[in-house]
């Protein structure tokens, strides 16, 4: 996530109760699973946790917003810290807020720290049945197969971006609904929404944060907002601005519902960001009017612990904390059927948290793939070895985290977006390149002491690392390329880098992630942090999929060739030690190597792969012998695009190469 400047100030309340508390970790915590509401049409029970709280009470409404309270109705302190009651009646359609008193004081109102449906702008909690808000058929949704993390494709995208533009040919328009569109056509019958996922062939839809944000504004859907959304409300609701009633509080859950069903019928899976370590704003979050105090990190001097860069970081190591994290990402599957998670600063969460939300959900289904930004937007106060970052991944088994050191080797550093690197012919970066061609693991022809980042691997398994060039964060690839070359560069070499940056990403033996519309040479007018910029910005010119036919084209031969060649995915660290041998080269900024001896079972024996970041060809030896072109000079044909004889094999300019004998 990239930071938003929120000033957040903890209330003088919460500060004297973490003072005051000398043991939080001690506090109660719930046996079972953390339920807020439990809605027959005989009766509706309450229940809120707070376990220093003096009182508590619900207050029930007519509607999500204004008027008065139709009720209001005191709970009972349980042992387990929870407070709650039973409210007689049919209630299904009303709403309800919690307030807790502390040291004599009423706290402002909160839908609870776990509402699953709520009111426009997520203020009030929803009293609905759930199983009115299933679409038809879903009792059969089932998870598109999926047999190895080596074969997740990922493509990251946000609803706005995807669908907002006149000419996507979509309907529903920056909604949920967008997704589960078929036959989708620019003015030049390109596909595009559900459809141009189909046909580029990735398997995971990574969506930006589309639990409940704060930063728009629901009750206003003609009014154009945007956000990426890294600021959490109500982390187990669906946002209201991508549905098309915000008000009506099972329209989001069934319209998220449909988005998921039709994704799972497109073969499919869906990633959820989410964003458990910081708040939109600490007094006024939904943990700070329950329980003050207890779920933020804090200083020495009490002050609030900042990671995040957001005025806050959460506790993940406190008990209802972690509890917490693992409900509700067990709630998301289990309701919602997603198949995926990305950790939006996974650097904040304690190691023993991410593990066990693992386990917790291989418990249901081992193939939900977990990932995360293995870092944080400053140091957390918790010791940097028990911290879920980076360098500790081989102690997160069936985790990934993002690479930055390809990322990095290939555009340039993340804090200066004007500097280039192996795309732009500039040398010494061809071991973090190598670092990300294997997959983040220990590998014995990489020279870690030259890596930009990391001076020693740190993935177990290569499908611990994320491989890609860009995503939501900083310049999207055609700007980052563009800031890098000279300004008099023609569209034709930006063209060139920009397929050949890809064929690093879909050539690695990590996994690989794409950033929604570098299929289409999307930019974003240069634009570094467009977390609330306007459409203009932010949104995918469908136009541009005919306009770069062949960019489009690339692209989506390279990802087949991953998925029919399991060389390119082998999965497993020893097998891509032994299959995987680097060539020398004698030319700076080229990285060359093949997988060899039919890797992972592969039909071809041996698979050449060159990258050459240099203006002009270069030679690499390679074996006498006879092999098959299959990308070249940006071109990608697998049934082959000519034969070359082995001994000097020419590599063209800015380009990759791949051939197999
Ligand atoms: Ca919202």
Same mark, same amino acid.
């Given at each position: ?374 870092? =944080? ?40 977006? =004007? ?243």
């Amino acid at each position: 996530m990239k930071t938003i400047n929120i000033v957040c100030t903890a209330s003088l309340l919460s500060l004297s109760m973490a003072a005051g508390a000398q043991n939080m970790a001690q506090w109660p915590i719930p046996a079972g699973p953390i339920c807020e509401m439990t809605y027959v049409p005989a009766a509706t029970r309450f229940s809120v946790w707070g376990p220093m709280a003096e009182r508590a009470r619900v207050n029930l409404y007519a509607a999500g917003e204004g008027d008065e309270p139709l009720a209001t109705h005191d709970l009972v302190r349980s042992m387990d810290g929870t407070w709650s009651t039973q409210v007689s009646g049919d209630l299904q359609g009303k709403f309800y807020t919690f307030q807790l008193m502390y040291e004599g004081k009423w706290l402002d109102e909160s839908p609870g720290i776990f509402a699953k449906a709520v009111g426009v702008n997520g203020r009030r909690a929803a009293i609905i049945d759930m199983d009115t808000t299933n679409p038809e058929g879903w009792e059969s949704d089932e998870r598109p197969q999926l047999n190895s993390f080596a074969d997740v494709i990922l493509y990251e995208m946000h609803h706005r971006d995807y669908s907002i533009d006149p000419e996507s040919g979509v309907k529903y328009k920056g909604k949920f609904l967008a997704l589960t569109e078929r036959g989708t056509k620019n003015a030049a019958g390109a596909s595009t929404g559900l459809d141009n996922l189909i046909e580029l062939g990735v398997n995971h839809v990574h969506l930006l944060p589309s639990y409940d944000y704060a930063s728009v504004d629901e009750s206003k859907p003609d009014v154009p907002q945007y956000n990426w959304g890294y600021d959490p409300l109500n982390y187990n609701v669906p946002e209201g601005s991508y549905a098309t009633n915000a008000a009506d509080p099972a329209v989001r859950i069934r319209e998220f519902k449909q988005m998921v069903q039709a994704l799972h019928k497109a073969g499919i899976r869906v990633v959820l960001d989410v964003v458990y370590n910081h708040v939109f704003d600490v007094a006024g979050s939904n943990f700070e009017r329950t329980a003050p105090g207890y779920f933020y990190r804090r200083r020495a001097d009490g002050t609030l612990a900042d990671g995040s860069g957001c005025g806050n970081e959460t506790a993940s190591e406190m008990p209802m904390m972690r509890k917490y994290m693992i409900e509700s990402v067990l709630y998301w599957v289990n309701e919602y059927h997603i198949d995926g998670f990305r950790f939006d600063l996974m650097g904040i969460h304690d190691i023993e948290t991410m593990n066990a939300i693992r386990n917790a959900v291989s418990s249901i289904d081992p193939t939900i793939f977990i990932y995360g930004e293995g870092w =944080a937007a400053a140091s957390p106060v918790l010791p940097a070895e028990q911290l879920a970052m980076k360098a500790n991944t081989s102690g997160l088994p069936g985790i990934a985290a993002f690479g930055d050191e390809m990322r990095d080797g290939l555009r340039g550093p993340w804090n200066n977006d =004007a500097d280039g690197a192996f795309l732009i012919g500039r040398p010494g970066h061809e071991e973090s390149i190598k670092f990300g061609i294997v997959g983040a693991i220990d590998h014995p022809q990489v020279d870690y002491s030259k890596v930009n980042y990391s001076q020693a691997p740190w993935a177990a398994q290569p499908t611990q690392m994320i491989s890609y060039v860009s995503c939501h964060d900083d310049m999207c690839l055609a700007d980052r390329v563009k800031a890098t070359l000279p300004a008099k560069a023609k569209m034709e070499e930006r063209i060139r880098l920009h397929k050949l940056a890809e064929t690093a990403v879909l050539t690695s033996q990590g996994v690989p992630f794409i950033w929604t519309g570098d299929e289409v040479m999307r930019d974003k007018k240069g634009v570094h942090n467009s977390y609330n910029s306007p459409d203009s910005i932010n949104v995918i010119p469908w136009r541009q999929k005919s306009e770069f036919a062949d960019v489009y084209k690339y692209i989506k031969e390279l990802i087949a060739l991953r998925k029919h060649h399991p060389a390119f995915r082998l999965g497993d660290a020893a097998k891509v030690v032994e299959h995987l041998e680097f060539l020398p080269v004698k030319q700076a900024n080229v990285v060359a190597y093949r997988l060899k001896g039919h890797a992972g079972g592969d039909v071809w024996e041996d698979i050449y792969i060159v990258l050459n970041g240099n203006r002009k060809a270069v030679k690499v030896d390679v074996p006498k012998g006879e092999y098959t072109v299959v990308c070249r000079d940006g071109q990608v044909d697998e049934a082959g695009l000519g034969i070359v004889k082995g001994g000097r094999v020419s590599v063209p300019a800015q380009s990759a190469m791949i051939f197999y004998k």
